[in-house]
């Protein structure tokens, strides 16, 4: 396996700031391919409330969450990195298989900071639609662990 680029995944975005905008696009086509891929009732509700969001900003306030939250979401990952990174590099593999094998400790962390956001949020349109999602959001995070992995894997290995 190859050398990794970054001793924390915030140094990720502090070490390298030219990555982020293409860190944030990517985040967004991970968010965007997820939500697509949902099915049945709840995917309705997912794809509904994720239309609501693309609206606001003029369209934008999507990728201005996601700029907003980035350094937090690094800093949720970075314990399960930190685990990936001790262990012998030969054998370690991928990012993304080792978190797919802890997925559910992942998307919990993962929420925990949109959990704390949602209790400072001010906009009500938001916070409705955060309380209609959150009790299967779980469910969702999970699913979308592989693609979370494979978007952080390509920038945290040296080529």
């Avoid at 685990?83 to 012998?88: I, L, N």
């Avoid at 993962?110 to 955060?130: F, P």
């Amino acid at each position: 396996m190859s050398e990794l680029r970054f001793e924390s995944l915030p140094a990720m975005l502090t070490e390298a700031p030219e990555l982020r905008p293409q860190i944030l696009r990517d985040c967004v086509e991970v968010l965007d391919g997820e939500v697509a891929r949902k099915r049945g009732a709840s995917g309705l509700i997912i794809k509904g409330g994720f239309k609501i969001v693309k609206k606001l900003k003029g369209g934008r306030m999507v990728e201005d969450l996601i700029g907003w939250l980035l350094e937090e979401f690094m800093r949720s990952l970075d314990p399960f990195y930190q685990e990936y990174r001790a262990m012998d590099a030969a054998s370690r593999g991928s990012f993304s298989d080792f978190i797919i094998d802890d997925s559910e400790n992942v998307a919990e962390a993962l929420l925990s900071v949109t959990d704390q956001r949602r209790e400072r949020a001010t906009t009500k349109v938001l916070i409705k639609t955060y309380d209609r999602l959150r009790p299967t959001a779980i469910k969702h995070v999970e699913e979308g662990i592989p693609a979370i992995g494979r978007m952080v894997q390509k920038y945290i290995v040296l080529e």
